[in-house]
């Protein structure tokens, strides 16, 4: 059976099959049907605060597991992906990384601001929030932009993933909240990011640790997802508000992050602009980014930086910004390689082979331009 084939065939299916399928099996837990708790009766199971019977509320390592373990696994997760933020980069990936990151980020935040200005940052038009828009926008799918890169693009645009890296996770979407004024103390992103820090300073100081961490950054994925799916209800997928609060977000973080992207290249002298629309997209594991807000939060209200109130509507709105990043990761992944094929032949009608570096990319085009002028 070729399962993990077939996953794969679906945008960002790693994280948002389990996903999916992790609602599902909750949206039915929670119908509490009647013959599923007699027979979870008849096996001795606890039953939960409210009387009821659930499978996935079995105890024991099945719950641990498939139930309440997005945090600890999304805490392994990051932790890996710090391994993998290599500091010896080239000066010119460290260069088209640092615009890429850069721009993504601030076109994020100032979306997320605008947002939050001319509406309920909260619930604001298609049941959006800050939260939501910040966390799609400034994380890009880094495997389908090393995968387009790696194909369209040449060695630096790969090399800027390096610092790319940077957006995966909740550290920029957590800096962007507290700069619109959520109250954070510096515990809750110490508490947060440290598993970041400490895989960062592993992974720099022994490359073999980074080798040996690298598959953490793809095993955790689909067990967190499922987790975090396991606490949600299909209910979040099937409103069409957060289908069109999902979409929307898709195309602000393709247009926009995308277009300024290309700006931003152009303006310091780059020919191609594959890398831009490239990272362009909504990464799978930014689904993450919200429960690691409210683990965040959790914190936050503990120490008395964050009111009840406050923690009360991060709480409420994480199921829902989790269904629209999901819908925003399938759709951005179906627009970026759409784009990238696009751009790359526009730019080879005008002579710029964007796999060949900027010397070799140069020849090209004069080239070209002498090969016009000589059929003319």
Do not use: H, N, W
């Given at each position: 059976m070729r399962i993990k084939d077939t996953i794969e065939k679906v945008p960002g299916g790693m994280m948002v099959v389990p996903l999916l399928l992790g609602a599902t099996l909750n949206t039915i837990d929670q119908l509490h049907i009647p013959v599923v708790m007699n027979v979870l009766k008849a096996l001795g199971t606890t039953p939960t605060a409210d009387g009821y019977y659930e499978f996935l509320r079995i105890g024991g390592f099945s719950q641990e597991l498939f139930k309440d373990s997005a945090l600890v696994l999304i805490a392994l997760f990051l932790f890996c992906v710090g391994s993998q933020m290599n500091l010896?980069?080239?000066?010119?990936?460290?260069?088209?990384?640092v615009l890429l990151t850069s721009t993504k980020y601030f076109t994020g935040l100032g979306v997320g601001m605008a947002f939050g200005f001319f509406f309920d940052p909260w619930t604001g038009i298609l049941g959006l929030s800050t939260l939501a828009i910040i966390a799609g926008m400034t994380n890009s799918n880094s495997g389908m932009y090393a995968a387009l890169t790696g194909q369209y693009g040449n060695r630096s645009d790969v090399g800027g993933l390096s610092i790319l890296a940077i957006n995966d996770g909740p550290f920029l979407t957590l800096v962007s909240l507290g700069l619109l004024g959520t109250a954070f103390p510096v515990i809750a992103f110490v508490a947060v990011l440290m598993p970041i820090g400490i895989g960062m300073l592993l992974g720099n100081l022994d490359p073999k640790i980074r080798e040996f961490l690298k598959p953490g950054e793809s095993l955790t994925i689909p067990f967190f997802a499922f987790a975090l799916g396991a606490g949600m209800n299909l209910a979040n997928f099937l409103n069409p508000a957060v289908l069109a609060g999902g979409l929307a977000i898709a195309i602000l973080t393709f247009v926009l992050t995308g277009g300024i992207g290309i700006l931003a290249f152009k303006l310091f002298g780059e020919k191609s602009f594959i890398a831009p629309i490239a990272e362009a997209s909504t990464a799978g594991n930014a689904a993450a980014t919200p429960a690691a807000i409210l683990a965040a939060a959790t914190v936050a209200v503990?120490?008395?930086?964050?009111?009840?109130?406050?923690?009360?509507?991060?709480?409420?709105?994480?199921p829902i910004a989790t269904a629209q990043i999901s819908i925003s990761t399938i759709?951005?992944?179906?627009?970026?390689?759409?784009?990238?094929?696009?751009?790359?032949?526009?730019?080879?009608?005008?002579?710029?082979?964007?796999?060949l570096d900027e010397i070799e990319t140069e020849k090209v085009r004069k080239k070209h331009k002498k090969e016009e002028v000589v059929s003319h």
């Open positions: 010896k980069i080239g000066g010119r990936s460290l260069k088209k990384g503990g120490s008395g930086a964050m009111t009840a109130s406050e923690f009360a509507m991060i709480e409420k709105i994480v759709a951005t992944s179906l627009l970026c390689p759409l784009g990238v094929i696009l751009m790359d032949r526009y730019q080879r009608k005008r002579g710029i082979d964007a796999t």
